[in-house]
């Protein structure tokens, strides 16, 4: 039960609320503290919220500050605009830089990694409003924390594979930790989550409708913050969406297809499964990741079987090697090319076809680098 709180406090927390929403700052990111709680904006609206390498070195130190104060209990992060809240990382400045040789296009992976096992080691509770797009960089400073809330506006999709990436920021982590093979059936094809969807399979911890997010926030600006009593607030709003859930999860008619089609360990044989159960549904998952990077695709799927059994940690260097390997092929810079700049979707991949991508070429993304280059965390 939520009781009444001293007008002092409402009118605290209305500053709060009116401030993240109505900041006119030409800051990238807003960062306050309110009582026992942080709480982090990320501020570039009019680029839905994309994550920069300044926007990162910015939120990395004040978190270990925070983190290591006795007066902070809680993080709260979301983004401001009604479109995002992060729809993922600069990656067109990134590209720029990896195509010239820059530091940008090491230190930008390296710092955002560093940033993403903070979030997934913090030692207070890290609350994520996941309002609006949510993808790649948005999804690894949110689904790692102890809360994510979605609302009926969140998209959310990992769709690396579709530039000539993968999908980083731990998601080989969190995917081969969804139900079943949904993991892998999200990464492979891009698939977007919306709204209820993010809470249905397990990317989201509650679903708040967006007309309750400023008397959510407020109300947690003054709240307890122990795990438990969050869990509580948090539940109480859901309980009070519920008129304005879609209860069906859109996924749902399909799981048992996902979780066999797509058990498999070679983006081959999940093709083979695809085309031989014949379905509409599997012939246009097959027609979709037909199109995406075939070098993309296998060490997504190696990423994900390996990152199963590994700590947050590990899969990060290792998504650190990949990274690096990514910005010395062709694909991700063709896949940037076709997709976000030029925007004629017509790629070209290389190799072009799965058979061609051997395992010596997968082994050479997963391969250590030097040791003056390998990702190093914090102690």
Same mark, same amino acid.
């Given at each position: 039960?939520l009781h009444?709180?001293p007008?002092?406090?409402v009118?605290?927390?209305i500053t709060?609320?009116?401030h993240i929403?109505?900041?006119s700052?030409?800051s990238?990111?807003l960062?306050?503290?309110?009582?026992d709680k942080?709480l982090i904006?990320?501020?570039?609206?009019?680029?839905?919220?994309?994550?920069?390498?300044s926007?990162?070195r910015q939120i990395?130190p004040?978190?270990r500050q925070?983190?290591?104060?006795?007066n902070?209990?809680?993080v709260i992060?979301?983004?401001?605009g009604e479109?995002?809240?992060c729809?993922?990382?600069?990656?067109?400045a990134?590209?720029?830089a990896?195509?010239?040789?820059?530091k940008?296009a090491e230190e930008?992976f390296?710092?955002e990694?560093k940033l993403?096992?903070?979030?997934?080691?913090?030692k207070?509770?890290?609350i994520?409003?996941i309002n609006?797009?949510?993808m790649?960089g948005?999804v690894?400073?949110s689904?790692?924390?102890t809360f994510?809330?979605?609302?009926e506006?969140?998209?959310f999709?990992?769709?690396?594979?579709?530039?000539?990436l993968?999908? /980083?920021?731990?998601?080989?982590?969190?995917?081969?930790?969804?139900?079943?093979e949904?993991g892998?059936?999200?990464?492979?094809?891009?698939?977007?989550?919306?709204?209820?969807d993010?809470l249905?399979?397990?990317v989201?911890?509650?679903?708040?409708?967006?007309?309750?997010n400023?008397?959510?926030?407020?109300?947690?600006?003054?709240?307890?913050s122990?795990?438990e009593?969050l869990?509580?607030i948090f539940c +109480?709003?859901q309980?009070?969406?519920?008129?304005?859930?879609?209860?069906?999860?859109?996924?749902?008619?399909?799981?048992?297809k996902?979780?066999?089609?797509f058990?498999?360990?070679?983006?081959?044989d999940?093709?083979?499964?695809?085309? +031989?159960?014949?379905?509409?549904?599997?012939?246009?998952?097959?027609?979709?990741?037909?199109?995406?990077s075939p070098?993309s695709?296998?060490?997504?799927?190696?990423?994900?079987?390996?990152?199963?059994s590994?700590?947050l940690? /590990? #899969?990060?260097?290792? +998504?650190?090697r990949?990274?690096?390997?990514?910005?010395?092929?062709n694909d991700?810079?063709?896949?940037?090319r076709?997709l976000?700049i030029?925007?004629?979707?017509?790629?070209?991949w290389?190799?072009?076809?799965?058979?061609?991508?051997t395992?010596?070429? #997968?082994?050479?993304?997963?391969?250590?680098l030097?040791?003056?280059?390998?990702?190093?965390? /914090?102690s």
């Amino acid at each position: 039960m939520l009781h009444a709180l001293p007008r002092s406090c409402v009118r605290r927390m209305i500053t709060v609320s009116q401030h993240i929403r109505n900041s006119s700052s030409t800051s990238e990111v807003l960062m306050q503290v309110k009582g026992d709680k942080a709480l982090i904006t990320l501020n570039r609206p009019k680029a839905l919220n994309a994550l920069n390498l300044s926007m990162i070195r910015q939120i990395y130190p004040q978190l270990r500050q925070w983190e290591n104060s006795s007066n902070i209990k809680a993080v709260i992060i979301n983004g401001s605009g009604e479109k995002a809240f992060c729809a993922g990382g600069d990656i067109v400045a990134v590209t720029n830089a990896g195509k010239k040789k820059e530091k940008l296009a090491e230190e930008f992976f390296y710092e955002e990694y560093k940033l993403n096992n903070l979030i997934g080691s913090l030692k207070v509770p890290w609350i994520a409003f996941i309002n609006g797009i949510t993808m790649g960089g948005g999804v690894g400073l949110s689904v790692h924390g102890t809360f994510r809330i979605c609302n009926e506006k969140t998209v959310f999709a990992m769709p690396e594979c579709g530039i000539g990436l993968f999908p /980083d920021v731990g998601g080989g982590y969190f995917l081969p930790r969804l139900a079943g093979e949904t993991g892998t059936f999200l990464s492979l094809t891009g698939y977007r989550l919306k709204g209820t969807d993010v809470l249905h399979s397990g990317v989201a911890t509650h679903f708040v409708h967006s007309k309750f997010n400023e008397e959510l926030l407020e109300t947690l600006v003054t709240a307890e913050s122990g795990k438990e009593e969050l869990n509580k607030i948090f539940c +109480e709003f859901q309980k009070r969406s519920e008129g304005e859930m879609k209860s069906d999860f859109s996924l749902a008619p399909h799981l048992t297809k996902i979780n066999t089609l797509f058990n498999a360990n070679t983006v081959e044989d999940i093709l083979k499964n695809l085309k +031989e159960e014949g379905s509409d549904w599997s012939k246009k998952q097959y027609e979709t990741i037909e199109r995406m990077s075939p070098s993309s695709l296998k060490i997504t799927l190696r990423l994900l079987r390996e990152g199963k059994s590994l700590s947050l940690m /590990d #899969v990060l260097r290792i +998504e650190y090697r990949l990274s690096q390997g990514c910005m010395a092929n062709n694909d991700f810079y063709e896949g940037v090319r076709a997709l976000l700049i030029d925007k004629d979707n017509k790629t070209s991949w290389k190799p072009a076809k799965l058979e061609d991508v051997t395992d010596d070429i #997968v082994n050479s993304y997963f391969k250590a680098l030097p040791e003056n280059r390998e990702l190093k965390f /914090d102690s």
